[in-house]
């Protein structure tokens, strides 16, 4: 292990856990606020790629074409929270896994229907194409920092929007108790559109943002959902602030548990063992942290006011 390889997987942590905040910050306000599970989520931010790939492709501009495929997204949030989901609030968590599970394989199948079944790509914008040279020898791409400050500044913005303003304080009443908000005048159910359809926007966002360096495909948003779970779960349900520091932890430990895991094993066994070991191990890390959170904080790290 060198130096410049831990600089390197620290910043690829950092960005993984960025890319996670912006899929979790939504669900978890979906589910602490609403109480409403949305395995669909994964592919809201599925279709902010692909529809990165459209505008971006179509007015040959990354900025514009981001700019457009988050109005999509966000349209696309308020047609599916009108037509699918408001029709689930009153049911009970089992209806709502069916239902949105549903919705996955036809989103699915839909996206393979207008754009096939092979991977996509965006280039990365000329602006954002080079390197940044951190020590001698070693270079980290200038989008993946990009990246990252979009994503700390999204994470600014939320918590001044969720800490700072009535809006803010309405979700946090929400996540906390809603049929008391609801008893206090509130209209219960424009909160809730405002929150799902600002919750697929984020994920539309952190599909639109990977898209330049990850392959845009059908099904790509399953694996994010899952991590996005975990987040929430270690960082705590409806808690904004606990999705950021969770998906840091879960970004960092799972991107140098990858790394790094076969070097730390080989100090106790030998390499064949602690490759077999390690593969095993670090798919499982972040697994083990969330169980270990779970003992120690079953509410999570940094849970909203009312649910610890």
């Known amino acids: ?34 109480d409403f599970i949305n395995l669909a989520h994964g592919v809201q931010y599925m279709l902010g790629a692909y529809l990165a790939v459209t505008f971006v492709g179509l007015t040959g501009s990354f900025l514009f074409g981001l700019v457009l ?24 968590h089992l209806d709502q896994v069916l239902a949105t599970f549903g919705l996955i394989l036809l989103l699915n199948q839909a996206v393979k229907m207008i754009w096939g079944a092979a991977p996509l790509s965006v280039p990365v914008p000329e602006l954002l194409s080079g390197n940044v040279r951190l020590m001698d020898g070693i270079l980290y791409p200038v989008y993946r920092f990009a990246l990252i400050a979009a994503g700390l500044g999204v994470g600014a913005l939320l918590w001044f929007v969720v800490e700072k303003t009535r809006t803010g304080m309405l979700l946090r009443a929400g996540a906390s108790n809603a049929p008391m908000v609801s008893a206090l005048g509130v209209d219960i159910r424009k909160l ?5 359809a600002f919750g697929t926007m984020l994920a539309g966002f952190a599909g639109a943002m990977a898209a330049p360096i990850l392959s845009v495909e ?40 990858r790394s790094f895991m076969n070097d730390l094993l080989r100090l106790f066994m030998g390499p064949a063992s602690a490759r077999a070991t390690g593969a095993a191990l670090s798919s499982m890390l972040i697994y083990l942290v969330m169980a270990a959170v779970l003992f120690v904080r079953p509410e999570g790290l940094l849970p909203a006011k009312g649910r610890s």
């Open 1 to 34: 292990m060198t130096t410049g390889l831990l600089i390197v997987q620290l910043l690829n942590g950092l960005q993984f856990g960025v890319l996670l905040f912006l899929v979790a910050a939504g669900l978890t306000l979906v589910f602490g606020v609403m």
């Open 218 to 257: 059908p099904g790509m948003g399953d694996t994010v959902l899952i991590l996005a779970f975990v987040v929430i779960v270690v960082g705590g349900i409806g808690s904004i602030r606990g999705a950021f520091v969770g998906a840091l932890i879960v970004g960092l430990v799972d991107t140098l548990g």
């Open 192 to 196: 809730f559109m405002v929150v799902f």
């Open 69 to 92: 495929a988050l109005a999509a997204a966000l349209l696309l949030g308020l047609a599916f929270e009108f037509l699918v989901f408001r029709h689930l609030y009153e049911r009970d």
